[in-house]
């Protein structure tokens, strides 16, 4: 049997386990010299004035909710086709979350949608850059300025994206970036959350080390705080990984390309991504959709036949709305036509910044095998 092709890889460099050591030398093993300077870099490199690292993507997401004063009872208008953790970080504060549709050309949010889901109780919006594509973040910000909203942009799967030149991460009262290992960079666990606010910062700061004052002493404890710090060990990985980080994208494009370029013999079958006008994708996975003709049945019959030839594959995403955490929102099948439908054609193939274009024509040609295996005429 041929070898495996994993569905993702970290870039781990000889640079990047000698700054880690560095820091294991150093004594100074948590809340050290590093992490300051990896906020530093993170903030400028995607244009925001603050940088709060933290332990996970979902602990950004969720200091920023809390930052914002988000609390039981409020509306928040998302999308059921994301990662988990773009719900969770609300309701973990009894926020409720009002799902609407996606435009199938983006995954992200549809901006009509979110203006007939607004009630009284609406706070927030909060859109996710699906994949790495950008949501339309002018749109989005012409309906929370018009009803008073607080818009919170979930940047997880986006790092390095821009639109007209803005970086993803660097719309809304907040961003967030996570560093899990999949991710275009890592820290191994990991997150930032982004933002232009001092208070939001502040708060951030001070809720992820216990709810101590950022001022005063290590035992004066102001408000319910967590630990969710950043240890230096992995901030040093993240400074070292950010370096390579254009790099890193780079090579990413080069790949999406070819499997571009690979896919077309395929053709209607597989609908491969499509970039919108003025937005340059720092691509976080390969997903490729299905024609309408197909069914979750053959999407998972792909899928298995895939893992059989050591090809690692997914269906991102399942539909929140569908999983057994989110079942007594009320919300039923047929509720969210597009993201049924995308949820149900979706294939996420091997992706990573050393997948070589001989893999990549090895993916391709066994995605065709397992096409022309189904009996779809
Ligand atoms: C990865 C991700 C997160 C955060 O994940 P962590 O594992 O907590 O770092 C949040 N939202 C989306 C959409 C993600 O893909």
């Known amino acids: 049997m041929e070898t495996s092709i994993p569905l993702s890889r970290p870039d781990i460099s000889e640079e990047d386990i000698a700054a880690v050591n560095d820091v294991l030398r150093s004594n100074t093993l948590s809340l050290g010299p590093t992490g300051p300077l990896f906020e530093q870099e993170i903030a400028a490199f995607c244009g925001r004035k603050y940088a709060v690292a933290v332990n996970s993507g979902t602990s950004a997401l969720h200091l920023g909710i809390r930052a914002l004063g988000i609390k039981k009872g409020d509306e928040i208008i998302t999308t059921p086709f994301s990662f988990v953790a773009s719900v969770n970080c609300f309701v973990y504060e009894g926020a409720v979350p009002r799902f609407v549709d996606i435009l199938e050309s983006t995954y992200c949010i549809d901006p009509e ?37 607080l818009l919170i942009e979930d940047s997880c799967e986006a790092l390095g994206s821009t639109m007209n030149g803005k970086h993803a991460g660097a719309f809304g009262e907040f961003g967030a970036f996570a560093f899990y290992p999949n991710k275009q960079m890592t ?175 090895r993916v391709c040609g066994t995605l065709a095998d397992a096409i022309h295996s189904l009996s779809v005429p």
């Open 113 to 149: 949608a979110v203006e007939r889901a607004i009630t009284p109780k609406t706070k927030a919006i909060l859109a996710v850059d699906v994949f790495g594509y950008m949501a339309d973040w002018p749109a989005l910000e012409a309906i929370a300025k018009k009803h008073n909203l």
């Open 187 to 361: 820290t191994g666990e990991g997150g930032v959350l982004v933002t232009d606010r001092k208070d939001i910062a502040d708060l951030a700061k001070s809720m992820r080390n216990q709810g101590r004052s950022i001022t005063s002493s290590w035992l004066s404890h102001e408000r319910l705080g967590y630990n969710f710090r950043l240890s230096d060990m992995q901030s040093a990985l993240g400074r070292s990984q950010l370096k390579r980080l254009p790099a890193f994208i780079e090579a990413r494009r080069r790949r999406a390309e070819w499997y571009n370029r690979d896919l077309e013999s395929l053709g209607k079958d597989v609908i491969t991504p499509s970039v919108q006008e003025g937005v340059s994708v720092s691509w976080f996975v390969y997903v490729v959709r299905l024609a309408h003709k197909f069914t979750a049945k053959d999407r998972d019959a792909i899928l298995r036949f895939l893992r059989e030839k050591g090809i690692g594959c997914n269906n991102y995403f399942p539909c929140l709305h569908l999983q057994p955490v989110y079942a007594d929102l009320g919300y039923t099948l047929g509720s969210f036509p597009v993201s049924e439908s995308v949820s149900d054609r979706t294939i996420s193939l091997p992706f990573h910044n050393t997948l070589t274009e001989k893999e990549i024509s």
